[in-house]
Every structure is written in C-alpha cells, then in structure tokens.
C-alpha cells in the first residue's frame, strides 16, 4: 500500500529517557510503516540542549512559527541532582516554559477516556478540557521572609518617575511576603486563544476566578476576558451555537462535578495546573491526558502531559523490562498529524490520525494495556503489556482495521 503523502514538515523535538525510548517505538512501528514522514527535527534531550546552550529549543519554537505545527516528546527540567548527573553547564530552563514564551501559547489539557477506565466522578461521560494561562502568578513570583516587625509596602514606580503606593501590612514579627504579575498583552492572548480553540473544538467555554475578593488583580481578567468575546467572538460562538459564561472559580469547582463535560474550562495559572492534575487524576492516569499549546495566531504544539518516565528508564538501562504506557505520546503524534492534515488539506492523513487513535483505545477495551491501566480498569481477565508489545499490539489492531 503507498504510504500517505506529507506536503509541509511537522517540527519534531525530541526529548528525554523513557519517553525518548517509546518515541522511537512509536514513529517505527506506528508512523514510518504507513507515513512518507516529513519532520524537521530537533533534539531537546537535556545532553543536546547542554552542548547547544538551549540554542536548539529556541530554535525548535522558531520553527514552530515558521511551520504552524510541532509535536513534542517530554524533556527533563534539570534540578541540582540533574546538574550532576549530566554535567550540566548551568541549570537549563524548563524548555516547555521557553516554548510557551516563544509562541505566546496557551496550554490546552484533556483526558483520553477509554471504554473499562471509568472516571471517579461517575457523570463525567465527554473529556473536560482544561485551558491553562501559561504566564505570570506564583510562577513568576518575588518573595521575601520578613524577620520581623515593619511595614510591607507595594509600589509602582511609572516610567516618569511618579509613584503608586499601597501598605500590604504592618508586621509585629516574622511573616512572608509575595508579590505576583501579570499583563494585559498576555491576559489578551490567553483570552483569545480560549474562544479560538473553543471554536476550533465546537465547545462550550467556562472562565473562572476570584474576583469578588482579587478587586483589581482577578477583575482584569474578567474584564479583559469579557471584553475580547464581545468586540470579537459572540457573533462567531451565537452562531456556532456555544456558550462562554464567567463564574468563580469555588463555583466552578462546585459546578463541574455535576456535568457531563465535554466543554473547556479556562483557568489562571496556577489554578489551571492544579484543576488539570484533579480531573487527570479522576479519569485514571496522567499517562491518559492529551496536551496541545495553542497561540493566538493559530500555531500548535502538541504533547504529552506527563514527564520522561524516570524510574522506567534506569529499569530499561538495566535491561530490566518495563510496561510504560505511551497512549499521550501517541495522541501527541495524532494531534499534530490531524493539524497538519487540515492545514494542508490532507484528509488521508487527518483519516490516519482518527484510526491510530481508535486502534489505541480499541487494544485497551479488548482487554490488552500496560500495567498502569491494568491496576484501575474495570476490565477483566486483562493482559498485561510491556512497553514495545504494547505498541505492537496496537499496530495489529490497526493493520486489521
């Protein structure tokens, strides 16, 4: 059978340890046998990235922009153990967190739900989206521990010298003060990236904060959130037929144990990377959590949620055998093959996307699946898979389809 066409490459980065061996298996067993595969490639494993400075990951983002789509392997964000194990020049940044910056993206996260893998929450039948601001907050926080009695102020000092003062508190001992950002520009792009995904989705949006209590600091993202649907997106969602509302965010969390799902929940920062571990967690395995990086000019970066599966990997140094679960490194592959199919105008491709991804879930319902989904399924007489055969199996469901 010929293999299906490509016209424009994907931007390929590769990553670290476990998930650099699945990688492999995936694009050899999965990919290359029905895929003439054009990928400009990268090499973030943190040993490259070491040699090159990073230079390579900004350069992996530039070609992101240039080509529209990427599909991204998992990466080590080195800590001081890493610096020594690799002996690292310096302690590189996360290279997930210098994309973001590069594309001005939002992180878009997603459960893959599988027939024998029932969610916690029993009514949750359609995947909840979690649309995750990647800027500012906690995690571009200032922070200082008091040492005792004083007075905590916060100031502005604009361009021409004038001030803006505020006291935060008057200490009559030890105490801990934080201060925390954020911007408009990127609260806009975040904005716009949520309507333009929930339109590319066909899915009703939920933004939520604390408003009520933040006056000035949430309140902006309501309002700039508000703003950007009325000048731009309400026309395009009433005649979609979807729904964007704000609520606060203790109400949303009240809220969405009652739904069905299968809409996406727009949340700051650090609220988005806690709510999208919460509904993971509740639909099985972060293993089982797509991940796109979408920017408001419509470049995508796809992922898998989870990290380089460390343990595994030091078990496969050891020639010792491993039952790693590759379904989000899967789904990265067919996100990004989708993309670029619709882009392109490539159906075969967007056709081939569809079925790896049915052929993955149909191997799991019949009852074969790596021993992580193995402890939770409500399955029986399930076969447990190593890493590769796991693969293979899946390659055999799709040859039969």
């Known amino acids: 059978m010929a293999k299906i066409q490509m016209t424009t490459p994907l931007v390929e980065m590769d990553g670290d340890e476990m998930t650099r061996i699945l990688w492999k298996m995936i694009k050899d067993e999965l990919l290359l046998p029905y895929i003439d595969l054009k990928t400009e490639y990268y090499d973030l494993g943190l040993k490259y990235r070491n040699e090159t400075n990073d230079q390579v990951t900004m350069d992996s983002a530039q070609a992101t922009l240039k080509y529209g789509v990427a599909v991204k392997c998992a990466t080590i964000t080195p800590n001081a153990a890493r610096m020594e194990e690799y002996d690292l020049k310096e302690m590189w940044k996360s290279p997930n967190g210098t994309i973001r910056a590069a594309l001005d993206g939002t992180v878009f996260r997603a459960p893959i739900q599988v027939k024998g893998i029932n969610p916690c929450v029993k009514n ?7 649309a995750r601001h990647a800027y500012g907050d906690v995690y571009k926080n200032v922070e200082i521990k008091v040492p005792g009695k004083g007075k905590a102020e916060l100031v502005f000092t604009a361009e021409d010298g004038t001030e803006m003062r505020e006291t935060i508190h008057e200490f009559d001992g030890p105490g801990i003060i934080q201060g925390v950002h954020n911007t408009d520009k990127s609260i806009t792009s975040f904005a716009k990236a949520c309507f333009s995904y929930a339109l590319d989705t066909k899915k009703d949006l939920w933004f939520a904060t ?24 309400k026309d395009k969602f009433e005649e979609a037929g979807l729904e964007y509302f704000y609520t606060l965010i203790d109400d949303a969390v009240a809220r969405v144990m009652k739904t069905e799902g299968g809409f996406i929940w727009a949340c ?7 709510m999208s571990d919460m509904v993971s967690s509740a639909c099985g395995s972060l293993a089982m959590m797509t991940s796109v990086l979408v920017s408001p000019s ?26 790693t679960n590759s379904v989000a490194t899967i789904f990265a592959w067919t996100g990004a093959l989708r993309k670029r199919g619709e882009l392109d105008g490539i159906k075969e491709l967007q056709e081939f996307a569809d079925k790896l991804e049915k052929a993955t879930l149909q191997t799991i319902e019949e009852g074969k699946m790596t021993k992580d989904l193995a402890l939770i399924t409500e399955l029986e007489n ?16 799709l040859d039969r389809m």
Request: glycine share 6%; aromatic share 16%; charged share 30%.
């Open 268 to 274: 700051k920062n650090y609220d988005g990377d806690v």
């Open 210 to 233: 604390k408003d009520t209590i933040s006056k000035k600091y949430d309140h902006t993202f309501k309002d700039i959130f508000q703003e950007v649907y009325e000048k731009e997106y």
């Open 124 to 130: 949750w039948v359609k995947p909840i989206t979690l």
């Open 298 to 323: 419509g470049v995508y970066e796809y992922e898998a949620a989870h990290g380089t599966v460390q343990r595994h990997y030091y078990k496969h140094l050891k020639g010792e055998e491993t039952s």
């Open 382 to 397: 399930v076969t447990v898979l190593n890493s590769g055969d796991f693969i293979k199996a899946i390659r055999e469901t």
